[in-house]
């Protein structure tokens, strides 16, 4: 049996992939509010603006690539039954061959129906535009998870936090609940890294290894095999 490694990823593991994090940003998310653009209300206001948003985040996900961090954490799984659980909505750690992915926010490049949240659908191409109807005749809109809806996964998630080994938390703020609360379900004896270029709030028992994801992830996965 293989011991147990769970990561769980917020913008930060993405950041060096070129796609902008939500709080580095002053409170706007490429100059819109994020709960005009994340929210049912933002969706109800305006569904076209949200769409266009959507779509152009969506190109931004299309054009980048892995980083050396999503490929460090794909080799963990040579030594390691690795879980990862992201807050991210982009398709990075899959690209980077990682092949057990929660993605506890949704996903960016699968459309569902507005009216029934369980019919998701694969993109036909990089775009949803007004009009793009589900079967049921009701506007598709992004598989993401907005404010005030139901994260996913979150009892799955939990139970591999509670069965790790070792956690890796890399590059998010803790901020939105309840995903920011996963952290706490890692058993006492689990070996516990946090890793942020920023001073922030670190969740107790956790060490604290300061760099970016590029600059930090690679070594300590390469440390990690190696003990292994
Ligand atoms: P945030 O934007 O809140 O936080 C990003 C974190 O990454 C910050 O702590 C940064 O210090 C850190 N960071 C920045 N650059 C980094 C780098 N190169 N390497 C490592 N860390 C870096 O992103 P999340 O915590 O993911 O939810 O945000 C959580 C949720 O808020 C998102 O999933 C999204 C958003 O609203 C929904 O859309 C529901």
């Known amino acids: 049996m293989k011991p147990k490694i769970v990561v769980f990823t917020g913008a930060g593991v993405s950041a060096e992939s070129g796609l902008k994090t939500f709080r ?12 005009d653009v994340a929210s049912p ?37 040579d030594k390691f039954e690795v879980t990862i659980v992201t807050q991210n909505i982009d398709d990075l750690h899959e690209r980077a061959g990682s092949t057990r992915v929660l993605h506890v926010h949704g996903e960016i490049l699968k459309a569902r ?3 029934d949240e369980s019919r998701i ?14 079967e049921l005749g009701s506007q598709l809109r992004p598989d993401v998870v907005w404010f005030g809806e ?6 799955e998630a939990a139970q591999h936090f509670a069965e790790a080994d070792k956690v ?24 516990r890294v946090f890793v942020s270029p920023d001073l922030q709030d670190v969740p107790d ?19 990690w095999l190696a003990q292994a």
């Open 121 to 134: 659908y694969p993109m036909r191409g990089p775009l949803i535009e007004l009009g793009d109807l589900c």
């Open 168 to 191: 890796l938390a890399i590059g998010t703020s803790l901020t939105v609940w309840p995903a920011a609360g996963l952290v706490d379900y890692a058993p006492a004896a689990a070996e």
């Open 150 to 155: 139901n994260v996913r996964f979150l009892r």
């Open 205 to 223: 028992d956790y060490r604290f290894l300061r760099g970016t994801a590029v600059e930090t992830v690679p070594g300590l996965v390469e440390q």
């Open 113 to 115: 129906s507005s009216a």
């Open 41 to 77: 209300e933002g969706w109800r206001r305006d569904p076209a603006t949200v769409l266009r948003f959507y779509n152009e985040r969506r190109l931004g996900v299309l054009a980048a690539s892995p980083n050396a961090a999503h490929a460090a954490i794909a080799r963990l799984e």
């Open 24 to 35: 580095d940003m002053g409170g706007l998310w490429h100059e819109h509010r994020l709960e």
